[in-house]
């Protein structure tokens, strides 16, 4: 008879007991996932203490166990044994608890599965910081890689050098080179490098002198760079038996340390200028610089003004009101001015002004104001660059005479002018050609097939060989034939033209004269010598007005060199001995002129765009004409850097825009593209056109160096804002297109990751 009344009952409560009584964690579940028995260790590592779980449902107790967990649990409820060791437990209160895990079925006396044993292993904290090392060494190769920090270790017992794969790149050797402290010092060209670096390394091992020094190393492809050594001693028994460091590529920040050096000593030429006043203030207002071209031009000494007095004693108090009022407007939006200190706004203001000299004469003068801004944006004071425009203002006057005076003569000699560019097939005719044709109404876009139409069917034959001729030969050779105007009527006409070639020898554009000829050929003569002398005034106004279009950019950041030469113009004028010489002179110092004149045209052009009304010249306009253009304006910059650009116009070929404002926002934003693209990477560009919920978009993206806009998003699209190092940025080009764009009645907005690249996105109305 057997002695228990119930062996297996008895069995089952052993193996509960024993459970219970298991150091590690271990529980035991029937066939339906129900608890039988659990180690006090299973508590534990589930923080179960709380819970009554004999009885209960695996899954009840852990709900966040997924179904492929349960699967597995079925399979081993079928024979099958499930080790892990290791995996991510995601418990309902949001923690990751690491476990490993070995799950078997246990047996009951006849054979059958009477449900599951589950042994585990609580891993958290091991694997928390196996991740947090982890995390630690990859923050670790990043940073290295980033700063070109690498390291090395001589091993004094063995004589042998070890460098870490960072090292070998910033010496461009191959992974297979073997370094050592005589083949170390061949990188260094002169002997005081090397005798610097031997008595480092002995100082370091006799006394334990740290080694920190800064080196230029010459690597094994022959490229010069800058790096900074940092090493220290490791002793055993007191006994050197290690040098230990590190090895950083400083080239860059020398290189920046030059360029600010460069930039410092040209800022300092500069305000030692004789040909331009720099005068800057203090957060009150009080002069602190005044240099020597302010003395000269304004006639107070340095001593008399610095510490003493502020601009108002060489300014008008008229002109102060206005300049006030307007800075009222442009950051209070026309307030009452009652809270508006003008002192601590960002201003950035280029205008005309009236200046009283120590001796009572007066002289206008181009002044440009920019604020002075300290760490947290307030502003410490102002600096103001002046220039006396006396004589830019009486050559412009004498310029515009001659203008109106070519008007006039057009009219009254039956003359027009026209300018056909070659390569685009874009051309552009003077007033009086429109009228010379009788053409009544608004302007229009036109090109060659224009005025070929035109010619009479009897004359089209010579007509086109000429001007093919004349594309070959790069000469155009006087030519008179017939026409038929847009009225109708016949009429014959003598063309007078120039061919402009590029430095390739190729022929671009052709500049020329058209003069109605038909009413009398007695006074043809006299009529050609008139219009040779129109064709030379037409030149010198081309030239002009091109010089002209570049004023802003270089009144704004370049005012020396053009103001230096102008003078030195004005000295050799007077030395002049004849016309022609005066004639030659004339032409070169309005080429200065002109330059400095576009600096207050683009803030003009910038302030047109918010308060005029930009609808006046609304057009229909094609996005790939507007490109053609823009790319031939950039051709020099995209061959340059081996830009790359894809457009896809499909979804929206054009649209009913200002031509002018179209064709400056495509220039400023492909213009920028280039400009900041990566150094690593030739530019590659996307314009692509779409509409979205009835809204006409364009994007254009870029793969540059990109823009952090966490922290300069705010300020992106802001006058005078700068956001990378570039001899040719001058904070105006976003300015503008924003105003452009907004002046229309659309939206410009921008995404940007850096050295990715950047995406404008612009919405028209």
């Not at 090292?167 to 050592?180: F, G, M, Q």
């Not at 404002?661 to 990566?678: Q, R």
């Amino acid at each position: 008879m057997n002695q228990y009344p119930n062996t297996i009952e008895y069995l089952e409560k052993h193996h509960q007991i024993f459970i219970e009584q298991t150091p590690t964690a271990i529980a035991m579940l029937d066939t339906n996932m129900v608890y039988l028995a659990a180690s006090k260790q299973w508590i534990r590592d589930f923080k179960l203490e709380k819970e009554t779980i004999i009885g209960r449902s695996h899954y009840d107790i852990f709900p966040e166990i997924g179904d492929d967990w349960k699967a597995k649990h079925q399979k081993c409820l079928q024979g099958a044994i499930d080790i892990c060791d290791e995996a991510p437990f995601y418990r309902l209160d949001g923690t990751i608890q690491w476990i490993y895990w070995d799950v078997r079925p246990w047996y009951l006396a006849d054979g059958r599965i009477g449900g599951l044993l589950m042994h585990t292993g609580d891993i958290t904290e091991r694997k928390e910081k196996e991740l947090k090392e982890k995390q630690y060494n990859t923050i670790l190769r990043d940073t290295s890689d980033i700063a070109r920090i690498g390291t090395w270790e001589i091993d004094l017992i063995k004589d042998k050098v070890t460098w870490s794969n960072m090292v070998y790149e910033i010496h461009e050797a191959p992974l297979d080179y073997k370094p050592s402290i005589a083949s170390g010092l061949t990188f260094f060209d002169d002997e005081e490098s090397r005798n610097s670096i031997l008595n480092a390394l002995k100082e370091a091992q006799e006394i334990g002198t740290p080694i920190n020094l800064t080196l230029h190393l010459r690597t094994l492809k022959d490229n010069y760079r800058w790096v900074k050594v940092i090493g220290k001693i490791e002793r055993i028994n007191g006994v050197s038996s290690k040098i230990l460091g590190i090895t950083q590529d400083i080239t860059s920040s020398k290189n920046s340390e030059k360029l600010l050096n460069v930039a410092h000593a040209e800022l300092e030429a500069i305000f030692n200028s004789n040909s331009i006043a720099l005068i800057t203030t203090d957060k009150d207002g009080v002069i602190n610089r005044f240099n020597s071209g302010a003395e000269q031009i304004l006639g107070y000494s340095a001593k008399e003004m610095i510490g003493i007095q502020k601009p108002e004693i060489y300014l008008f108090e008229n002109e102060l009101k206005i300049f006030k009022k307007d800075m009222e407007l442009q950051f209070k939006g026309g307030s009452n001015g009652a809270d508006f200190n003008y002192r601590n706004e960002k201003i950035f203001n280029t205008r005309q002004w009236t200046f009283k000299r120590k001796d009572g004469t007066t002289f206008p003068g181009l002044k440009t104001l920019t604020a002075i801004q300290d760490e947290d944006g307030l502003n410490n004071g102002f600096v103001a660059v002046i220039t006396d425009i006396s004589k830019i203002k009486a050559v412009k006057d004498e310029l515009r005479k001659k203008n109106d005076l070519l008007n006039l003569a057009e009219h009254l000699s039956l003359l027009g002018h026209w300018q056909w560019n070659i390569v685009d097939d874009v051309a552009s005719w003077s007033d009086n050609l429109f009228a010379l044709l009788d053409h009544e109404g608004e302007k229009f876009a036109i090109n060659f097939d224009t005025y070929f139409s035109m010619v009479h069917d009897d004359d089209k034959e010579e007509v086109l060989k000429h001007f093919e001729l004349a594309k070959k030969e790069k000469e155009f050779k006087n030519i008179t034939h017939r026409i038929v105007t847009f009225a109708g009527n016949i009429k014959t006409i003598k063309i007078i033209a120039n061919v402009i070639s590029n430095k390739k020898g190729e022929t671009i554009e052709m500049v020329g004269t058209c003069q109605d000829v038909t009413e009398s050929k007695m006074t043809e003569q006299s009529l050609i010598n008139a219009k040779q002398e129109l064709e030379g005034i037409t030149q010198k106004l081309k030239l002009q007005n091109q010089q002209l279009a570049d004023f802003t950019h270089i009144t704004s950041h370049n005012l020396r060199a053009p103001v230096a030469n102008l003078n030195s113009l004005l000295e050799i004028y007077s030395y002049a001995e004849n016309d022609e010489e005066r004639t030659d002179i004339f032409n070169k110092f309005s080429s200065v002129i002109d330059h400095l004149s576009s600096t207050l045209n683009t803030l003009i052009e910038a302030l047109k765009a918010k308060v005029g009304d930009a609808n006046e010249n609304i057009e229909k306009v094609y996005f790939e004409d507007v490109f053609k253009d823009t790319s031939q304006i950039l051709s020099g910059a995209i061959l340059k850097s081996n830009a790359v650009i894809n457009t896809d116009f499909s979804q929206l070929t054009h649209i009913s825009y200002n031509k002018i404002y179209m064709e400056s926002i495509f220039l400023n934003l492909i213009g920028n593209a280039i400009k900041y693209s990566a150094e690593d990477r030739a530019p590659h560009i996307e314009i692509k056109t779409e509409v979205k919920n009835e809204i006409n978009i364009i994007t254009f993206k870029d793969n540059g160096l990109g823009i952090d806009l966490k922290k300069h998003g705010s300020k992106l699209f802001g006058l005078n804002k700068v956001f990378h190092r570039h001899p040719d940025a001058k904070g105006v080009g976003l300015y503008l297109t924003k105003t452009q764009i907004e002046a229309m009645g659309g939206t410009i907005s921008a995404t940007s990751e850096v050295n990715v690249g950047t995406t404008f996105t612009i919405k028209f109305n």
